[in-house]
C-alpha cells in the first residue's frame, strides 16, 4: 500500500456503503447512503481542520460532469492541454483514431522520428486512455515501437491526435440506472494481421 493513497470500505450492505479514496490530503468520498457520507464527514470534520468542496468535479486529472441520465467521467481539460502541448490545436479532424487497416512494421529503411516527443505523446495518450477506452487498441499499437520510432509511427500517434480533436467532449458514462443486464464478448483472432508477431486479437462487447 502507497502511503500516499489508499482506500477504504465501509459497510456490511449494499444500502449501507461508504468508499472512502485518499491521495496525500485530498479526500474522495462515495457511497450508496447519503445519510452514511454526511455520517462520516461531521466526524472528520470534528477530528480534522477540513473543507467539503462538494460534489465531485475534478479529482487526480479526472473531471466529472453531470446530466439527467448519470455522471460522466472525462479529461476535457487534458485532452485541450495535450492538443497544446505538441500544437495540434489547428489540425485536422480524424473520424477514427487509426486508419482502417494499418499495419505499422519497424522498417530500418525508413526515416526517423524525434524519439523523445514520440515517448511523450504515447505516454499522455497511455494516460488519456482511463476515460477513453475506445483509443486502447490504437495506442497500444504504437507503444510497440517506443524504440527507434519512424515516421509511420508518429503519422499514426497524431492520428490519434487529429481524433481527439473532433472528440475532446468524449468520456465515460455512468448511469442511474442499471440499463445493461448482459455483457457478451466476441474474440477474432488473424494470425496474418500482424506482420511483425503474426498475431492479432480483437474484442468485441455487447451489451443487451
Request: glycine residues 6%; contains cysteine; charged residues 30%.
Amino acid at each position: 500500500m502507497c502511503s500516499r493513497a489508499w482506500s477504504y470500505v465501509k459497510g456490511d450492505s449494499e444500502e449501507d456503503l461508504v468508499i472512502i479514496c485518499r491521495y496525500v490530503d485530498d479526500l474522495l468520498v462515495t457511497g450508496s447512503n447519503p445519510e452514511s457520507i454526511n455520517e462520516f464527514k461531521r466526524v472528520m470534520e470534528v477530528e480534522f481542520e477540513m473543507t467539503d468542496l462538494g460534489r465531485l468535479s475534478y479529482f487526480l486529472g479526472m473531471e466529472f460532469s453531470y446530466t439527467a441520465v448519470g455522471s460522466v467521467l472525462h479529461k476535457r481539460k487534458y485532452a485541450g492541454d495535450l492538443l497544446k502541448r505538441f500544437n495540434m490545436m489547428e489540425c485536422n479532424v480524424a473520424k477514427s483514431p487509426m486508419e482502417a487497416n494499418l499495419k505499422l512494421t519497424q522498417d530500418d529503411s525508413e526515416k526517423d522520428t524525434d524519439e523523445t516527443k514520440f515517448k511523450q505523446i504515447v505516454g499522455s495518450l497511455r494516460f488519456l486512455c482511463n476515460s477513453r477506452p475506445n483509443l486502447a487498441l490504437c495506442v497500444g499499437v504504437i507503444s510497440r515501437f517506443m524504440s527507434k520510432p519512424k515516421e509511420s509511427h508518429m503519422q499514426a500517434a497524431k492520428r490519434v491526435l487529429r481524433y481527439i480533436k473532433g472528440a475532446v467532449n468524449c468520456g465515460v458514462l455512468f448511469g442511474r440506472k442499471k440499463t445493461v443486464e448482459e455483457i457478451t464478448g466476441y474474440t477474432n483472432s488473424d494470425y496474418g494481421a500482424d506482420p511483425i508477431e503474426k498475431k492479432h486479437f480483437r474484442l468485441y462487447l455487447h451489451g443487451e
